[in-house]
């Protein structure tokens, strides 16, 4: 199958030479450009601060995602405008989701969310970091980090490609901080710098699940299935879950989560998309696109979803992460964006945080401790309550038992839905 023309949205150049970047003493260095890293690099840029965020990517730029917006990433979206011009996203509310499993369907209403394409979303979020003063450097992949101990900064090494063709020139930056927001790829860890007290090694990798699941993404042209507007289509199979919803330029944007398992056993990860629809349709069909198109289709997979990554890496404090370079519970609720948005800010809220009675920031201990306390309180029950989810419906009794009630009883279920995938409805997005 020829793959979809890419969105024609122009990529956003470099605002600074790879050179001029490493001469520059940066405040704050963010490392990954999605939602998490643009609205960290946003806020600090917006209070003054002298910061540089780097992708080792361009942007735009596609993501593996189910591309809808929970409420709570709405809240965070509008939080952003203040600070920034209006984002254009030209987002489609969402109104419904249809859930399907073993030939049963049922259709809950799904107020307050909205649908839009990554490409278009994390542009958006680094044009207004951009235009709030922060330097910008693509094609940037961060290699190496050094924690400077007792020193005043750390060190990041990028291999920068000044075009995308061109070879990796090693660049180093050195920053007072550096943010990592580097997704599920979150790979470099912090060494100590030698000469310090700190022992050398810190060990900061992150636990996952024996049983998690990979994310398997792609995008189909506007004509591959009747999928309505405003509508999210969850298909729950045995092996895992696929997410089917119509993006704000036509295209089908396809989600899913499976099992590892699952993937080695069949023949490409399209052919195990459809064995998930195809257990979900039963003997019935879906509003989907057709089990070929989806078996023969290219898709872009992702490393392990849950993950849990230590908050502040190397010992000094001056190493943060957030988004799901810090923590990530795999996507059935698509609450995923919003949480990055909301770790992006609760970062730079206590980097910036002021003691009353004090005339500066808190040093980098300090602002770190903050940091773990403020991103404890608001995820720990909401990634439990995610998790607790994900893993009910892997028991097909239990997925069929909510269908079941969602069809005798829809008016109990549509309010306990806000529960469980932790929205409230009334928030809209025009
Ligand atoms: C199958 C699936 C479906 C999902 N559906 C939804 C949904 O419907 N709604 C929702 O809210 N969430 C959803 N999510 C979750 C959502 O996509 C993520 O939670 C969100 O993108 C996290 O944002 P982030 O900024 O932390 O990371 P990302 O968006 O992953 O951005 C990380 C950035 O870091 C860059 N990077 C990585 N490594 C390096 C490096 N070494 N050097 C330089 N740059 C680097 C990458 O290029 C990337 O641009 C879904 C996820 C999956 C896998």
Redesign the pocket.
Known sequence: MTEPPPPTLSSRAATISPAAAARTPWQVLV???????ATAAHRLAVRGLRVLL????SMP?S????????VA?IAELRLFERGAARLPLGAIPLRTVRVAHRGRSVSLPLAGGAVVSRERL?AALVDAAIMAGCHWLPH???TGLVDGGDSAVATATLAVRPAAEAAALPTTITAECIVL????????RARVAPGTDAPTDGHDGAEMPDDNRV???TTLPPGMADLPCGELTMAIGSDGYC?MVRLEDGRIDV???VSRVALARRASPGHTVAAILAVAAGDGGGAWPSLDAIATAEFRA?PP?TRRAPLVGGTSGRILR????AR?VE?FT???????LASGRILAESLLAVEPGAEAPPGPAAAAARYEVAHRHRFEAAHARCRRVSLALRHPAVTMAALEAARLAPWAVRRLLPIVIGGHAGVGFP
């Not at 490392?31 to 890293?37: H, K, N």
């Open positions: 490392v990954g450009a999605g939602p998490a890293g780097v992708d080792r990517g730029r993501k593996v995602c189910g591309c809808c917006l929970s990433a994390d940037s992949l961060l927001a580097t997704g599920l790829a979150d790979r470099v994310g398997l993404g997410g989600a899913a989560a992702t979803l957030c988004g799901d370079a990530y996507p698509g609450e995923g964006i919003g949480w990055a």
